[in-house]
Every structure is written in C-alpha cells, then in structure tokens.
C-alpha cells in the first residue's frame, strides 16, 4: 500500500487521515466531501501534487506549507482563514479557495503590491485565484 499514488475517497463521511501518513509516494489525493479536519497526517506526503478536498472542516493548512510539489489545490467550502502558508509553494498553479471565512485575499499585503491588483469588494470570503495569474513572478 506504501506504493499507492493516487487516492480517490470523496464522499465517504472521513474523518480520520492519520492512516495516510503512510502513504509516502501518494501523488494525488481526493478527500471531497468527508468530514476531514485535521491535516497534519499528510505534512509528510512529499510527492503530493494534487490536493482536493472540497467541503470538508479544515481549518488549520500549516502541515500542507513543505509541500513542495503540490500543483493543484482545491479547498474550497472549509474553515480555512489565512492562505499564508502556500507563499513559498512555487509549483501551484491552480488553487481554489472560495467558501471559505478568509481573513484577507492576499496572504500579504506584498503580495498585492506585486500582482498590481487588489482583492475585488467581498472577495475575502469567496476567493479563487490561479496563482500565475494573480502573482505573476513571485512565483518563479
């Protein structure tokens, strides 16, 4: 099971991820609507690509931010309030994060600065962005 690279469980009422700590050449990974709340289970996966859990209780993304492959991340429809952890993550390129209770569109007010745009009226609590478009070369 160790070999396992991709897993595909939405929909299964999850709560518990801590088992998939184990599972260390995961590339991507599919937990949409659980129950999931506690990620620090996959802060090891270090192959992980694709990350989509959509509609889950995620609130704390602190053990995804060494995830230095991830490509792809869906996180919409959580708890989530500071995106700041996936700043230094410079594979993303796409990243979902609408319905959530974000404090802030942009991790940084920097990061604002850099992209030359600022977060449209109301868009704090309903975010997606494409992070090639929004921060350009903070990324490169």
């Known amino acids: 099971m160790n070999k396992l690279e991709v897993l595909y469980l939405a929909y299964n009422k ?11 050449q995961l ?6 609507f659980n129950q999931v709340e506690d ?17 889950n209780k995620v609130k704390d993304v602190r ?5 230095r492959k991830l490509e792809r991340v869906s996180l919409a429809d959580n708890q989530i309030k500071d995106t ?7 594979n993303i ?3 979902n994060v609408t319905e959530n209770p974000l404090l802030d569109c942009a991790p940084h007010d920097e990061l604002e600065l850099r992209a030359g745009k600022s977060c449209p009226e109301g868009a704090a609590d309903s975010w997606y962005y494409n992070t090639r478009q929004w921060f350009g070369d903070l990324f490169r």
């Not at 590339?27 to 949409?32: G, K, S, T």
């Not at 053990?63 to 995830?67: A, E, F, I, R």
Request: net charge negative.
């Open 14 to 24: 999850v709560s518990d991820i801590e088992p998939m700590a184990h599972l260390t």
């Open 93 to 95: 390129r796409r990243f």
């Open 39 to 55: 990620i620090s289970p996959l802060a090891n996966l270090s192959d992980l690509r694709e990350l989509s859990m959509l509609s």
């Open 84 to 90: 700041t952890p996936f700043v230094g993550l410079e």
């Open 27 to 32: 590339e991507d990974l599919n937990l949409d």
């Open 63 to 67: 053990p995804l931010s060494n995830l």
